[in-house]
């Protein structure tokens, strides 16, 4: 969660932000901090490509969390979370990566290591995340792994 809020920080929005405004706030951001604005300014230049990379991550990653953007996908989400078991899940950081045998791959955030840990000793951590995570935690679509 403190992600959450050292992006919005970054960027300067909240969370009622709309895809529309935090398109024009990065790409504000972005023009006033582009390295290629400071030719002889080696220094600036370094400072100005840290905070491009900042500005980026911040940016993607709010797009992925934001209601517009789960809207888009709540289909796709919820046929994965209802039909397709869990594969494999690992927990760093209050963030919970959870893969399906389907492929998809979400985070969950903010989940405490207390709820992680009753998971990993559930009998079914697919039924565990349904009563437990799913819908309790802010998520995002974090990948796709192929079938082969």
Same mark, same amino acid.
């Given at each position: 969660?403190?992600?959450?809020?050292?992006?919005?920080?970054?960027?300067?929005?909240?969370?009622?932000?709309?895809?529309?405004?935090?398109?024009?706030? =990065?790409?504000?951001?972005?023009?006033?901090?582009?390295? #290629?604005?400071?030719?002889? #300014?080696?220094?600036?230049?370094?400072?100005?490509?840290?905070?491009?990379?900042?500005?980026?991550?911040? =940016?993607?990653?709010?797009?992925?969390?934001?209601?517009?953007?789960?809207?888009?996908?709540?289909?796709? =989400?919820?046929?994965?979370?209802?039909?397709?078991?869990?594969? #494999?899940?690992?927990?760093?950081?209050?963030?919970?990566?959870?893969?399906?045998?389907?492929?998809?791959?979400?985070?969950?955030?903010?989940?405490?290591?207390?709820? =992680?840990?009753?998971?990993?000793?559930?009998?079914?951590?697919?039924?565990?995340?349904?009563?437990?995570?799913?819908?309790?935690?802010?998520?995002?679509?974090?990948?796709?792994?192929?079938? #082969?």
């Amino acid at each position: 969660m403190k992600r959450i809020g050292e992006h919005r920080k970054l960027l300067g929005v909240d969370k009622e932000v709309t895809l529309k405004e935090l398109k024009t706030i =990065y790409r504000n951001t972005m023009k006033d901090s582009h390295p #290629d604005k400071f030719i002889n #300014d080696e220094a600036g230049k370094l400072e100005a490509e840290e905070k491009s990379k900042s500005v980026i991550e911040a =940016y993607h990653f709010l797009v992925s969390i934001n209601p517009e953007t789960q809207e888009k996908y709540k289909e796709e =989400y919820t046929e994965t979370i209802t039909k397709s078991i869990i594969q #494999d899940f690992y927990f760093e950081k209050q963030i919970l990566k959870v893969q399906h045998l389907n492929g998809k791959m979400y985070e969950y955030i903010g989940v405490p290591r207390n709820t =992680y840990i009753k998971m990993v000793n559930a009998d079914s951590p697919s039924r565990f995340a349904r009563r437990h995570i799913y819908g309790n935690f802010i998520y995002r679509k974090s990948g796709e792994v192929m079938a #082969d």
